[in-house]
């Protein structure tokens, strides 16, 4: 994909029609020149793909005096946002204004390029050999989309059941945290991919993460080692931290599992971890 987009590309020219538009950044040309840059728009902005998606990227100047132009797409491998686009201060003509011209060129971007910002820069060049260069930027998220909507995940994370081996009749502690998947505008993180949610929520800006996940019901479950089936033996409360503990005797070597069942708009999880009984 970087391989066509590197590369210089001249583009046609679509016209001779004047616009008003705000102009890029970082803008200049050849002093005494005739010519100039007077606007420079990117679009879409922000680029978000999603799952396999191509999506189409265009950028268009309007320039006076020009008779070719070259555009340049980048990836930075920055995050954040874009500068700015169209940005402000273009390259003005130093002549009458005559000669208006709208160029444009386009790429598809996919899954496959990188996220994060983007540099556009375009050299128009004039009849006697002018100059003029202009920058404007754009900023792309590649989201692996999936073709469903519904809950954000959970998941228990460091539950731990101690001592091990412990001695029959004494007492386990059972201790874990609860977290859930945070979440932006409608899209929540899973811990491998981004998702988008069947409900629009918002957390923080530190959505692509995990969060504690307080004052939730947590099921205690046990499975002897030899034979049986899970035993249903307490619930338990989650902190506000998410984090939760109890203590249970212990009669039998098996494993113990803990189950948050889930509630509207969240997923249920569970954790297990196995304990040996000695006399």
């Excluded at 970082?26 to 728009?41: H, L, N, R, Y």
């Excluded at 969060?211 to 989650?238: P, S």
């Excluded at 203590?247 to 249920?268: C, D, H, M, N, Q």
Aim: hydrophobic share 35%; net charge positive; proline share 5%.
């Amino acid at each position: 994909m970087m391989k066509r987009i590197a590369t210089a590309l001249v583009a046609a020219a679509m016209g001779a029609s004047a616009l008003s538009v705000a102009a890029p950044a970082m803008a200049d040309e050849t002093p005494g020149s005739t010519v100039s840059i007077e606007s420079f728009q990117v679009t879409p902005d922000p680029v978000v793909i999603k799952g396999r998606d191509r999506v189409s990227v265009t950028a268009t100047v309007t320039t006076v005096g020009a008779e070719s132009v070259e555009f340049d797409f980048d990836p930075t491998g920055q995050g954040g946002q874009p500068d700015c686009n169209p940005c402000p201060g273009a390259a003005k003509a130093s002549g009458s204004g005559t000669g208006w011209k709208r160029w444009d060129k386009t790429i598809v971007l996919d899954r496959n390029d990188p996220a994060g910002k983007w540099l556009v820069r375009v050299v128009a060049t004039g009849e006697n050999g002018a100059v003029a260069k202009a920058t404007s930027s754009f900023f792309v998220k590649v989201v692996q989309a999936r073709p469903h909507q519904g809950p954000r995940a959970t998941r228990i994370t460091g539950f731990d059941a101690s001592p091990e081996p412990v001695k029959k009749g004494r007492k386990l502690s059972l201790s874990g945290k609860l977290q859930t998947a945070r979440c932006y505008d409608g899209w929540w993180w899973d811990g491998d991919a981004y998702v988008v949610g069947g409900d629009r929520c918002r957390d923080d800006h530190r959505w692509h993460n995990w969060r504690w996940l307080g004052w939730q019901k947590i099921n205690v479950y046990f499975h002897r080692a030899h034979g049986g089936k899970w035993e249903y033996v307490d619930t338990i409360e989650t902190n506000p931290d998410g984090s939760f503990y109890t203590k249970i005797p212990a009669y039998w070597s098996g494993t113990w599992k803990v189950v948050f069942e889930g509630s509207r708009g969240l997923y249920g999880s569970s954790a297990t971890d196995y304990v040996k009984v000695v006399r």
